[in-house]
């Protein structure tokens, strides 16, 4: 098992593409239990875990082993933008 890249608290990270690489058409695109998404964060950054909604946004959390291992980082997931999409680390 690799560490994790550092992540900054409290940045917005650009979600590049979904699993698949497909891009990222609405927040809903981002919910599952497995899933995964790419941020623009060195050379790409993949975050594999679980999803739910919560108040407008997508709470995201990611997970080792693939997306099913024990949690590594909580996310907030936004529309920054028409079709721009963000990942934020966020505490809990």
């Given at each position: 098992?690799?560490t ?5 608290s409290?940045?917005a990270?650009?979600i590049?593409?979904?699993g ?5 058409q609405?927040l809903e ?5 497995v899933?995964?998404?790419t941020?623009?964060?060195g050379?790409?950054?993949?975050v594999?875990g679980?999803?739910?909604r ?10 080792d082993?693939?997306g099913?291992?024990?949690d590594l980082?909580v ?6 933008g028409?079709d721009t999409f ?6 809990g």
């Amino acid at each position: 098992m690799s560490t994790p890249s550092p992540i900054v608290s409290g940045r917005a990270y650009r979600i590049l593409a979904m699993g698949g690489g497909q891009p990222v058409q609405s927040l809903e695109d981002l919910l599952g239990t497995v899933s995964e998404f790419t941020i623009d964060h060195g050379n790409g950054y993949v975050v594999r875990g679980s999803s739910r909604r919560d108040e407008g946004t997508v709470k995201f959390y990611e997970k080792d082993s693939g997306g099913t291992g024990k949690d590594l980082r909580v996310w907030r997931l936004v529309q920054a933008g028409p079709d721009t999409f963000t990942a934020e680390h966020v505490v809990g």
